[in-house]
């Protein structure tokens, strides 16, 4: 949720990059990857976390649910985070470098912003939301910097291995201990003896609920083991699109089109037979969260790039420049609108505001999402009129410098 990344770029070493040098398809993109991001979280807003993965999870749902559940998993689910690692990649190549242009390095600044990343991702956890990504961006990050002056080429072979293993892991959980197993059938399809515990928790009060956040931020970094290769894989692939000019919209419109054939192409049918897989063998945890789960695995990886062709088409192109210049202002305080995404939402379905937790439909969730995130659309492009960053993006800014930034437009 980085729209500071390719701000991050300094004339001296604590001074913001200018307006001139803002790379706008890259906040467009993030703007409308942002609203993906939304639609998937909503879900584990609503609800036990189970009901993202398995929608039957609570039990029978009505067709119209399912039906945004299958819709949500092929166009949506893993396509969506993939293109915002693949960001946070381009951003720290981006700062990397033309921090070294202008200080002639980079290191220190780099490990500062993700040290502050990472305690804010802890807080957003612990506070507000337990399905935070910024603790792992933040650690992830730091291992992802090691490779950001090796040649594309290189960083997409390295990319290419790191995505095998977690889908080697996957292959083989059938083998794992029956005691992880049963863990595991836990999260997959909880007693209704633990949906109620939680749905009880959730809508008390914050102290209430904070044992569930803290339970559901130690399976989430439990899980790191398996897809933190990913998150660096993507985070590879981006760099590696940022130095080739994928990101910029100026690649030829041959190329970025063969991006939306082959990524939707070959990404959105895998998708789907995975929701096929998953029905022929009886929605069973073992093979869902196995073997099965590689359909999307793989399928949401290529179907991210058709959805940075088909982003990258209209920049290039220069049509919806209104819609554009609200998604790129969305996609510029990012950080700031992702938590708000959880202020809201816990607002909306957490017992210290309107207490729906448990009682929304998909549908009406998806409808939440479309109002939160035009809301977002609105208010945007009036506030970076007269702030040059969103409020946590200026405050992530200040601590990493140790220098409060300007904030107010002149």
């Not at 290419?160 to 029956?178: E, Q």
């Not at 399976?219 to 897809?227: A, D």
Request: hydrophobic residues 50%; charged residues 15%.
């Amino acid at each position: 949720m980085t729209s500071e990344t390719e701000q991050e770029a300094v004339q001296t070493p604590a001074a913001p990059v200018g307006e001139p040098q803002r790379i706008r398809s890259l906040d467009v993109l993030r703007g409308f990857a942002l609203f993906g991001v939304l639609v998937m979280n909503m879900q584990a807003f609503a609800d036990v976390f189970a009901v993202y993965m398995n929608p039957f999870a609570v039990g029978e749902i009505s067709r119209l649910d399912y039906a945004c559940w299958c819709v949500n998993h092929v166009l949506a689910d893993g396509k969506f985070i993939t293109i915002f690692s693949m960001l946070f990649g381009a951003g720290i190549a981006l700062m990397a470098a033309r921090a070294r242009e202008r200080a002639g390095r980079s290191a220190g600044v780099h490990y500062r912003r993700m040290f502050w990343l990472m305690l804010f991702g802890l807080a957003h956890s612990l506070l507000i939301w337990n399905g935070d990504i910024l603790f792992t961006y933040g650690l992830v990050g730091l291992v992802a910097y090691w490779f950001c002056r090796l040649r594309p080429w290189i960083q997409i072979a390295i990319a290419m291995v790191l995505l095998l293993i977690p889908a080697l892991i996957l292959s083989f959980m059938h083998h794992m201990p029956a005691e992880d197993l049963e863990q595991m059938r836990e999260i997959w399809a909880p007693t209704p003896e633990y949906v109620e515990s939680i749905r009880t928790a959730m809508l008390g009060g914050w102290l209430d609920q904070l044992p569930v956040r803290v339970e559901g931020w130690i399976e989430m970094f439990g899980f790191l083991y398996v897809f933190g290769w990913r998150v660096l894989a993507c985070m590879l692939l981006g760099m590696a699109m940022f130095t080739r000019d994928v990101f910029s919209a100026t690649r030829s419109r041959r190329f970025y089109i063969a991006l939306v054939v082959i990524g939707f192409g070959a990404g959105l049918p895998l998708a789907s037979w995975g929701i096929h897989d998953h029905e022929i063998h009886g929605w069973d945890m073992v093979r869902c969260m196995g073997v099965g789960s590689l359909f999307n695995y793989f399928g949401s990886l290529l179907a991210a790039f058709g959805w940075i062709g088909v982003v990258m088409l209209v920049c290039r192109s220069g049509a919806l420049s209104g819609a554009r210049r609200r998604l790129g202002a969305v996609g510029q305080m990012a950080f700031t609108n992702y938590i708000m995404h959880s202020v809201i939402c816990t607002t909306i379905y957490n017992g210290h505001g309107l207490g729906l937790f448990g009682q929304v439909d998909r549908f009406w969730q998806q409808v939440l999402s479309v109002a939160i995130f035009a809301l977002q659309l609105w208010y945007s492009p009036p506030w970076l009129a007269r702030f040059r960053f969103g409020p946590l993006e200026w405050l992530w800014r200040s601590l990493t410098y140790w220098r409060r930034q300007p904030f107010r437009r002149a």
